[in-house]
């Protein structure tokens, strides 16, 4: 793999979050003294009014964020939709135990760990819930594929995978699921035993890259369907799978981009 590392202003504060597109551009949620600040590329962001314990941060193309509580409050939404200079669009609620945000070409994608899943708040229960970029709920997996969804008792694994698609591995099943929401349709492959239990997960084509599964903590492996899965770096903290094979891990004062080496 090779990394990329991007140093932030220390006086930004505190990196608890980051997001980055794909032209390297990036979204930060930061802690300082007087609560906690969203700061971008291009400027220094605004002061979040949100009391967040568990922030999460994603772009919405170059105009928006989405912010997320992973583990909301009762009473409390848990998402909020605004621009760059801190305007409310729109407020949502998104249940409990939220693992990953993921946002597609015109969806954001909702992932749950198992205390949401089971937490009785929907649409946690769903294992993945579809918002539009208005916070608008689309739908839940469980509900848009019926008896054709896999079970989610957890989704840690999940990406993009391109314009449209969601790419994710869940407990129990761990097959690698290529899911289309609105079109309402998916692809199922099963995965070997030894990628079971990856804790990030990113797509490129038919290249698929895991980390960190059940027997092979902290290592970075690829693998095709036709063929044996081969470990290809290690890595020592958490990572975030990312569209296009790459990962990131995000540090108090900046992130680092983990991408594969294609010649290599």
């Known amino acids: 793999m090779v990394e990329g590392t991007t140093t932030v202003d220390a006086s930004l504060g505190t990196g608890r979050d980051f ?18 600040h969203v700061a971008h590329t291009h400027g220094p962001g605004f002061r979040v009014s949100q009391a967040l314990r568990y922030p999460m941060v994603r772009a919405i193309g170059y105009d928006r964020i989405v912010l997320v509580e992973a583990r909301p409050l009762p009473n409390t939404s848990g998402g ?26 015109d969806l954001i994608a909702i992932t749950y760990f198992d205390e949401g899943v089971f937490s009785g708040r929907p649409p946690s229960e769903q294992g993945i819930a579809f918002f539009d970029f208005d916070g608008e709920f689309f739908g839940g997996y469980q509900s848009l594929f019926g008896a054709a969804a896999v079970d989610i008792a957890d989704c840690y694994a999940a990406c993009r995978a391109g314009r449209s ?100």
């Open 19 to 36: 997001d980055v597109r794909p032209d390297g551009s990036w979204v930060g949620v930061f802690e300082r003294g007087d609560g906690l």
């Open 165 to 264: 698609t969601l790419a994710f591995s869940a407990y129990t099943g761990f097959e690698l699921v290529r899911v289309r929401p609105r079109a309402r349709e998916q692809e199922l492959v099963p995965l070997p035993p030894d990628l079971h239990g990856a804790s990030a997960l990113s797509v490129v084509d038919d290249r698929c890259y895991f980390f960190s599964p059940y027997d092979r903590k902290g290592s970075l492996l690829a693998w095709r369907p036709d063929a044996a899965a081969r470990e290809i770096g290690c890595h020592s903290g958490l990572l975030r799978g990312i569209e296009s094979g790459r990962f990131l891990s995000t540090g108090a004062h900046g992130f680092t981009v983990l991408s594969p080496d294609i010649a290599g």
């Open 80 to 105: 909020t939709v605004l621009s760059l200079d801190g305007q409310v669009h729109r407020e949502f609620s998104i249940g409990d135990g939220v693992q990953d945000v993921v946002v597609l070409e």
